[in-house]
């Protein structure tokens, strides 16, 4: 069965440019999260998809990021203008198991990695 | 206060030693616990869920208290392979929510 796919692996770019980050969960899962995680930190909870539903996007700086899951499957994030401090991983989980009261194992990508200048 | 807490470390043991990382949660609500594993520049993989009290696989044992609000991880006979990063997560609103991660090397 094939993983979280995540591209680009690594995005080099100075600040006030844009970036977009692509996700495609494993297949058959309706839930989807983006998660940041900077150096040293875990990851940190930016905004979570129900097929092509917002769940919670509390966590997620609205001013200059930005994502969508249009057809339920696959998801785009994007920063625009990003800033030094979105230098971090962009880690992209997915999972088939929600129940009232708990979820179950998340899968996740092996992320992208953005450095900013 | 944050949902999740964790001791970020090191922990730095022997070989063959025994450790245990604690974690706490805030969320009272919260069902579902979970130790991932995070080696450098690696991502997330699950080690254990904890939906009731405990759960033992092998050398690791993860216990759950919850009128402490607490979770805990025990490794037993530390292998070299262990040395990584071990995030505790708990659900909140079908959401997972990450502590800081605690470091674990074991040294020859």
């Known amino acids: 069965e094939a993983g979280v796919a995540q591209s680009p692996r690594y995005k080099i770019i100075e600040k006030r440019q844009s970036v977009a980050f692509w996700c495609n969960p494993i297949s058959g899962h309706a839930t989807l999260y983006w998660y940041q995680q900077i150096l040293g930190q875990g990851p940190k909870l930016l905004i979570q998809?129900?097929?092509?539903?917002?769940?919670?996007d509390s966590q997620l700086p609205k001013d200059r990021f930005s994502a969508e899951r249009l057809k339920g499957v696959d998801s785009t994030l994007k920063i625009q203008p990003a800033k030094l401090e979105d230098s971090a991983v962009y880690l992209c989980?997915?999972?088939?198991?929600?129940?009232?009261?708990?979820?179950?194992?998340?899968?996740f990508g092996e992320g992208s990695r953005l450095t900013v200048l | 206060r944050k949902e999740v807490e964790q001791d970020p470390g090191p922990f730095n043991v022997p070989e063959g030693a025994t450790v245990a990382f604690n974690c706490t949660y805030s969320n009272s609500a919260s069902q579902s616990f979970f130790w991932y594993r995070q080696d450098c520049r690696k991502e997330p993989k699950l080690l254990m869920s904890?939906?009731?009290s405990g759960n033992e696989d092998g050398r690791f044992t993860a216990q759950l208290n919850r009128a402490s609000q607490y979770i805990s991880l025990l490794i037993r006979d530390s292998k070299l392979s262990d040395s990584a990063t071990y995030l505790c997560g708990g659900d909140s609103s079908y959401k997972l929510i990450f502590g800081s991660g605690t470091r674990l090397l074991v040294r020859p």
């Open positions: 998809f129900q097929n092509n539903g917002v769940v919670d």
């Open positions: 904890v939906y009731s």
């Open positions: 989980a997915s999972t088939s198991s929600l129940w009232t009261g708990g979820i179950g194992e998340l899968f």
